[in-house]
């Protein structure tokens, strides 16, 4: 164990800037990096505010970080594919190689992954961290630190396009325009959707989004999804739908808004379970898809980003110190709608 400063969430609503004890000790197969920057997710700030998420609950103190890139600083034997002084970012969530998930190639869905920042598992936001070299993933020397540390939110996005199996041309909707519906958007657009409509009730997030070409948004609280949805595709449906929002309210008319044979993806975790429209989805023949995390998207995204198809810079609001993680973290909070990423950079 190295005694290593880090910012600590003590028990809920209880951030320390503090040493800790973490092991880093760079074994086979592993590397040593040296942290650059990291996002602040919604999941770290819902530990902070709420100390639980569903099942995991906050028992022991816990690091709180999961977006992050860096450099590496150590290369552990039989590491073959990085150096030190690469510049990578980092998939959260290790699993057991030797799963039956893992195996299918679903390593996401594995019963035992580990993902940092998910009790009891520490996060990154500490100068230094060990990972395996199998899921840290080197960035282009044009993309910044703060675009890797962008790679983890995208990456659900990435995913939630690649389970929609969008065909060019396609219309998507995307129901909540937080972080998650935002990027679920752009890799919608970088998939070959002609166009996306956005939908969500706070109009900043809707005036980010709509920076994007090809993104329309509309306004829930003077606009009808279903009606505007209808108007643009001239009765026929969406292709896809995207549900982000994970608010029990897009349950109740989801089913009017694909097109016949269309597709459902779903993002957004209602907090409750929700009744939903079984036989709304029947009489269409809908397929209905369901996002956890991420697996295989890295090396996709980050190759999306390096393109310049995808531009992920415009959705980092303000970056903060290190020795400002608290104020990061009470800034997120404070969750301003004009706010789509706040990040937290090591050093300069
Ligand atoms: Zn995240």
Redesign the pocket.
């Given at each position: 164990m190295t005694k290593v400063r880090a910012l600590v969430l003590e028990r809920q609503h209880e951030l320390a800037l503090r040493d800790i004890d973490l092991p880093l000790d760079v074994g086979p197969g592993m590397v040593g990096i040296a942290i650059h920057t990291v996002g602040v997710?919604g999941?770290d700030v819902h530990y902070y505010t709420h100390g639980k998420i569903g099942p995991f609950v906050v028992e022991a103190p816990m690091v709180l970080g999961?977006?992050a890139a860096g450099t590496i600083s150590a290369v552990g034997a039989g590491v073959t594919h990085l150096k030190v002084g690469d510049r990578v970012c980092m998939e959260p969530g290790i699993p057991d190689a030797n799963s039956r998930a893992s195996r299918l190639g679903m390593y996401n869905v594995d019963p035992a992954v580990s993902f940092w920042a998910t009790p009891p598992v520490h996060g990154v936001l500490t100068a230094e961290v060990v990972h395996p070299a199998n899921y840290t993933f080197k960035l282009p020397d044009h993309v910044s630190f703060a675009e890797g540390a962008m790679v983890?939110?995208f990456a659900v996005g990435m995913q939630a396009a690649s389970k929609a199996r969008i065909a060019p041309g396609d219309t998507a909707v995307v129901l909540g325009a937080g972080p998650i519906g935002t990027m679920v958007a752009l890799a919608a657009l970088a998939g070959g959707c002609a166009r996306v409509m956005v939908a969500d009730l706070a109009q900043p997030k809707l005036d980010i989004a709509a920076q994007y070409q090809g993104i329309i948004p509309v306004n829930i609280r003077d606009k009808n999804v279903v009606e505007e949805v209808a108007r643009l595709t001239e009765g026929w449906g969406a292709d896809v739908v995207f549900e982000c929002s994970g608010s029990p309210q897009a349950w109740k008319t989801i089913m009017e808004l694909p097109r016949p044979g269309g597709t459902i993806v779903v993002v957004g975790l209602p907090v409750e379970p929700v009744a939903v429209d079984i036989a709304g989805a029947s009489i269409k023949e809908l397929r209905i898809e369901n996002v956890f995390r991420y697996a295989h998207q890295y090396d996709r995204a980050i190759a999306l980003i390096a393109s310049g198809k995808v531009d992920l810079k415009p959705l980092i609001s303000a970056t903060f110190a290190f020795e400002d993680s608290v104020k990061a973290f009470d800034r997120a909070v404070e969750a301003r709608p004009d706010d789509v990423k706040i990040q937290i950079r090591m050093h300069e």
């Amino acid at each position: 164990m190295t005694k290593v400063r880090a910012l600590v969430l003590e028990r809920q609503h209880e951030l320390a800037l503090r040493d800790i004890d973490l092991p880093l000790d760079v074994g086979p197969g592993m590397v040593g990096i040296a942290i650059h920057t990291v996002g602040v997710c919604g999941s770290d700030v819902h530990y902070y505010t709420h100390g639980k998420i569903g099942p995991f609950v906050v028992e022991a103190p816990m690091v709180l970080g999961h977006e992050a890139a860096g450099t590496i600083s150590a290369v552990g034997a039989g590491v073959t594919h990085l150096k030190v002084g690469d510049r990578v970012c980092m998939e959260p969530g290790i699993p057991d190689a030797n799963s039956r998930a893992s195996r299918l190639g679903m390593y996401n869905v594995d019963p035992a992954v580990s993902f940092w920042a998910t009790p009891p598992v520490h996060g990154v936001l500490t100068a230094e961290v060990v990972h395996p070299a199998n899921y840290t993933f080197k960035l282009p020397d044009h993309v910044s630190f703060a675009e890797g540390a962008m790679v983890e939110p995208f990456a659900v996005g990435m995913q939630a396009a690649s389970k929609a199996r969008i065909a060019p041309g396609d219309t998507a909707v995307v129901l909540g325009a937080g972080p998650i519906g935002t990027m679920v958007a752009l890799a919608a657009l970088a998939g070959g959707c002609a166009r996306v409509m956005v939908a969500d009730l706070a109009q900043p997030k809707l005036d980010i989004a709509a920076q994007y070409q090809g993104i329309i948004p509309v306004n829930i609280r003077d606009k009808n999804v279903v009606e505007e949805v209808a108007r643009l595709t001239e009765g026929w449906g969406a292709d896809v739908v995207f549900e982000c929002s994970g608010s029990p309210q897009a349950w109740k008319t989801i089913m009017e808004l694909p097109r016949p044979g269309g597709t459902i993806v779903v993002v957004g975790l209602p907090v409750e379970p929700v009744a939903v429209d079984i036989a709304g989805a029947s009489i269409k023949e809908l397929r209905i898809e369901n996002v956890f995390r991420y697996a295989h998207q890295y090396d996709r995204a980050i190759a999306l980003i390096a393109s310049g198809k995808v531009d992920l810079k415009p959705l980092i609001s303000a970056t903060f110190a290190f020795e400002d993680s608290v104020k990061a973290f009470d800034r997120a909070v404070e969750a301003r709608p004009d706010d789509v990423k706040i990040q937290i950079r090591m050093h300069e």
